[in-house]
C-alpha cells in the first residue's frame, strides 16, 4: 500500500508520487500520514514535511511555508505558498 | 509631388519599422507559450484551494462572527478598483480596454453616490486615470522591477488590500484585468474580490467519510481567505500576462501586414515618378534633336 503525495504550489506542480508516509507540521501538532488515513483538514505551521519513501529509509525534508493539508480517498495533497527544495 | 530621393528614404523607414514590428510579433509569440504555460502550471493549486473553499463554505453559515474578509463590511459605501495593467506598451488597445471597462464601473457607481478609489498595477493605466481621477488613487503598484509579475507579487498586492481592508478604507473591492481567450481575444473582466464571493459548494467527495478538521471549520477558513485572495489576484496576473503577449502578438501582426501594404504602395510610387522622369527626359532628347 502505497500513500500518493501531492505538494502543489501556486506556481506549479511540485511533487506528485507515491510514497510510504509523510509527517506533517500541522498548527496543532506533528502528524503522519499513511495510506488510508481518514479523510482530514489542517493547516500547516511553517517548517519541514518528511517524506519516508520507503518504511525504514531515511527521510526527506522539504521546507514549506503557508501551508494546507488535505487528506482524501486520492491520498494527501499539501498546498504551499513557497517551497523550498 | 515627393522627389525620388525622398520617397526611397520613406521606404526604408518604412522597412525598417517592419523589421521592428516583425520581431516584437515573434518576441511576443514565444513569451505567449511561456505565459500560457505559466497559467496552466497555477491550475493545479487554483483549481484544489478552491475545492477546498467550496465544501468548508458548504460547513459554514455566514453570520455576524464569519471572517470579515467573507461577511464584509455591513456597508458598501466605499469601492476600491484593483486595475491591472501592463508595463509595456506595444500591444494594441489591451490597456485601454482595460482602463475603459473600470472607468465604466467608475462611473456607474459614482452615478449610485458612491465613492470610487483606484489602486493600480502596472504602469500603463496610470495616466488615463491619474487625469480623470487624480485624488483618488491610493496606490500605484510598480513592477517594472520584475521581468513577470509572480506569486511575489500577488502576495504582496493582497497583503496591501488586506492591510487596507482591516484599516477600513474600503467596504467593497473589484479587480480588473483581461481574460485569455485566445491569441485574438482578450476580455476586459471585472471580478468582485473582497469580501471574497462565497465559492460554489462543490459536489462533496470522499464518500461518507466525515472529514476531521484541525483546527476547527473556521478558523481554517479564516486562515484560508487571505490564500484565496492571494491565489486569486495571481491568478488574473497571470491572464494578464497572457493577453498581453496574445495582444502584442495581434498588434504587430497588423502593424507588419500595414507596413507591408505601405511599402508597395510607396515602391509603385516610387516606380511611376521614375518612369515619369525618363519619360520626360526621352521627350526633351527627341524634341532637341527634331529641332534641328
Redesign the interface.
Known sequence: MALHFEL??????VRSEDVHMVVVP???GEFGVLAGH??????IADGALKVYKTENGAPEEIRIT?G?A?V??AGL?V?A?HVEA | MASLKELKGRINSVKSTQKITKAKQMVAAAKLRKAQAAAESARPYAARLAEVMGSLASKITVSENSPKLLAGTGSDQVHLLVVANSDKGLCGAFNSNIVRAARAKAKELEAQGKTVLFYLIGRKGRAVIKREYPKQIVHMFDTTGVREAGFNEAEQVADELVAMYDQGKFDIAHLFYAKFRSALVQEPTSQQIIPVPAPAAGAVKGGDAVTEYEPEEEEILAALLPRYLKTQIFGALLENAASEQGASMTAMDNATRNAGDLINKLTIQYNRSRQAAITTELVEIIAGAEAL
Request: net charge negative; glycine share 14%; proline share 9%.
Open positions: 502543489v504550489t501556486p506556481a506549479k506542480l500541522g498548527t496543532e481518514a479523510p482530514f483538514m489542517s493547516t503557508g494546507f488535505e482524501g480517498d495533497t498546498l505558498e
